[in-house]
Protein backbone atom coordinates (compact mmCIF):
# COMPACT_ATOMS: atom_id res chain seq x y z
CA UNK A 1 0.00 0.00 0.00
CA UNK A 2 2.91 2.72 0.59
CA UNK A 3 2.85 3.00 -3.76
CA UNK A 4 -0.66 4.26 -3.92
CA UNK A 5 0.45 6.06 -7.05
CA UNK A 6 2.51 3.95 -9.87
CA UNK A 7 5.94 5.11 -10.72
CA UNK A 8 6.58 7.16 -13.43
CA UNK A 9 9.81 5.33 -13.63
CA UNK A 10 12.52 3.21 -11.80
CA UNK A 11 13.37 4.89 -8.55
CA UNK A 12 16.72 5.71 -8.03
CA UNK A 13 18.60 3.11 -6.43
CA UNK A 14 20.46 3.81 -2.73
CA UNK A 15 24.05 2.53 -4.59
CA UNK A 16 23.15 5.77 -7.30
CA UNK A 17 23.85 2.81 -10.19
CA UNK A 18 20.51 4.59 -12.62
CA UNK A 19 21.75 7.83 -11.24
CA UNK A 20 22.39 9.16 -14.38
CA UNK A 21 19.13 8.32 -16.17
CA UNK A 22 16.97 9.01 -13.11
CA UNK A 23 18.09 12.35 -13.15
CA UNK A 24 17.15 13.19 -16.85
CA UNK A 25 13.82 11.08 -15.95
CA UNK A 26 13.11 13.32 -13.08
CA UNK A 27 13.87 16.58 -14.77
CA UNK A 28 11.63 15.71 -18.07
CA UNK A 29 8.52 14.28 -15.46
CA UNK A 30 9.32 17.66 -13.77
CA UNK A 31 9.07 19.77 -17.07
CA UNK A 32 5.75 17.94 -18.16
CA UNK A 33 4.27 18.70 -14.70
CA UNK A 34 5.14 22.31 -15.06
CA UNK A 35 7.39 21.87 -11.58
CA UNK A 36 10.63 22.07 -12.76
CA UNK A 37 11.22 25.66 -11.69
CA UNK A 38 11.11 23.75 -8.20
CA UNK A 39 14.51 22.25 -8.50
CA UNK A 40 16.39 25.67 -9.95
CA UNK A 41 18.44 27.97 -7.60
CA UNK A 42 16.54 31.16 -6.94
CA UNK A 43 13.39 30.35 -7.88
CA UNK A 44 9.92 31.16 -6.95
CA UNK A 45 8.25 28.63 -6.51
CA UNK A 46 4.72 28.34 -4.07
CA UNK A 47 4.41 26.19 -1.25
CA UNK A 48 2.11 24.06 -3.47
CA UNK A 49 4.32 23.27 -5.78
CA UNK A 50 7.62 22.65 -3.51
CA UNK A 51 5.29 20.29 -1.84
CA UNK A 52 4.27 18.48 -5.33
CA UNK A 53 7.74 18.59 -6.49
CA UNK A 54 9.06 16.96 -2.91
CA UNK A 55 6.21 14.45 -3.15
CA UNK A 56 7.76 13.58 -6.70
CA UNK A 57 11.34 13.42 -5.88
CA UNK A 58 10.51 11.04 -2.48
CA UNK A 59 8.56 8.87 -4.11
CA UNK A 60 10.78 8.21 -6.89
CA UNK A 61 13.85 7.28 -4.55
CA UNK A 62 14.67 4.00 -3.03
CA UNK A 63 13.53 3.65 0.64
CA UNK A 64 16.71 3.62 2.56
CA UNK A 65 17.58 7.50 1.01
CA UNK A 66 13.73 8.54 2.16
CA UNK A 67 14.47 7.76 5.24
CA UNK A 68 17.83 9.62 5.38
CA UNK A 69 16.59 12.89 4.01
CA UNK A 70 13.80 12.71 5.71
CA UNK A 71 13.66 15.73 7.39
CA UNK A 72 14.26 17.62 4.08
CA UNK A 73 11.27 19.59 3.17
CA UNK A 74 12.39 21.54 0.07
CA UNK A 75 13.00 19.99 -3.26
CA UNK A 76 15.87 21.89 -4.48
CA UNK A 77 17.68 21.05 -1.09
CA UNK A 78 17.23 17.51 -1.49
CA UNK A 79 17.81 17.65 -5.16
CA UNK A 80 21.31 19.28 -4.17
CA UNK A 81 21.94 16.20 -1.44
CA UNK A 82 21.53 13.81 -4.44
CA UNK A 83 23.79 15.83 -6.25
CA UNK A 84 26.58 16.01 -3.93
CA UNK A 85 26.08 12.15 -3.06
CA UNK A 86 25.93 10.82 -6.41
CA UNK A 87 27.46 13.30 -9.38
CA UNK A 88 30.72 11.65 -8.49
CA UNK A 89 29.64 9.09 -10.60
CA UNK A 90 30.21 10.81 -14.05
CA UNK A 91 33.81 10.51 -13.43
CA UNK A 92 33.52 7.09 -12.85
CA UNK A 93 30.74 6.05 -15.27
CA UNK A 94 32.13 8.40 -18.65
CA UNK A 95 36.05 6.76 -18.42
CA UNK A 96 34.59 3.17 -18.50
CA UNK A 97 32.03 3.73 -21.23
CA UNK A 98 34.55 5.31 -23.39
CA UNK A 99 36.89 2.39 -22.93
CA UNK A 100 34.13 -0.14 -23.46
CA UNK A 101 33.26 1.82 -26.47
CA UNK A 102 36.59 1.68 -27.72
CA UNK A 103 36.76 -1.87 -26.91
CA UNK A 104 33.82 -3.17 -28.27
CA UNK A 105 34.25 -5.43 -31.51
CA UNK A 106 31.62 -7.27 -33.06
CA UNK A 107 33.59 -10.68 -34.21
CA UNK A 108 33.00 -10.69 -29.67
CA UNK A 109 29.64 -11.73 -30.01
CA UNK A 110 27.99 -14.79 -30.97
CA UNK A 111 24.90 -13.09 -32.10
CA UNK A 112 23.89 -9.33 -33.41
CA UNK A 113 21.50 -9.41 -30.57
CA UNK A 114 24.01 -10.34 -27.88
CA UNK A 115 25.99 -7.39 -29.62
CA UNK A 116 23.39 -4.88 -29.66
CA UNK A 117 22.57 -5.94 -26.24
CA UNK A 118 26.16 -4.71 -25.24
CA UNK A 119 25.92 -1.87 -27.61
CA UNK A 120 23.18 -0.11 -26.00
CA UNK A 121 24.70 -0.81 -22.52
CA UNK A 122 27.37 1.20 -22.93
CA UNK A 123 25.54 4.08 -25.00
CA UNK A 124 22.71 4.47 -22.11
Not at 3 to 13: H, Q, S, T, V, Y
Not at 100 to 119: C, G, I, M, P
Request: glycine content about 2%; aromatic content about 10%; charged content about 30%.
Amino acid sequence: MTNIENRKFIALDISGKNYLSWILDVKLHLSAKKLRHTIDEDNTASNEERATALIFLRHHIDDGLKYEYLTVENPLELWKNLNDRFEHLKAVVLPKALNDWAQLRFQDFKTVSEYNSTLFKIVS
